[in-house]
């Protein structure tokens, strides 16, 4: 098999909403485009991630998803990753980090994302280390 580098398995266009978008507001964008998570942008760059576990933590707060904005449930920093890593070095990043969700970077900007299920699909031989991260109930 030859080597596979996160480009080669991350998703994208990245889809980013503003700051102060509602939480309600990110719920229908992430299902209407059938994704785990979104970027958060305040214009000038992307200064968080939204995930799945956001958004369930966000309602269980019994705050109204309507009136709370994307940047309160947002998770920081954004980990990344080059274009060129290997996706083995991916899959241990991501543990390291604690973190089921990495963006992917070249050398204009942030241009895709990879998740623990494109590791998967791709490697399954890493299912353990993904699962690691399950285990630890990490983004």
Known sequence: MRDVFASDVMSAPLIAVNTD???FNVSKIMVSKNIGSVLVSDGAS???IITKMDLVK??????DTKSI???SVMSTPIRSVDV???IMKV???MASYGVRRIIVKDNLGMVGLVSDKDITKIAPELIELVQEN??????
């Open 69 to 71: 904005s994307a940047d």
């Open 21 to 23: 978008a509602s939480v």
């Open 91 to 93: 899959a241990k990043l």
């Open 134 to 139: 399950a285990k630890m109930g990490v983004k």
């Open 46 to 48: 992307y200064i968080g």
């Open 84 to 86: 060129s890593t290997p």
């Open 58 to 63: 966000a309602i269980a707060s019994g705050k």
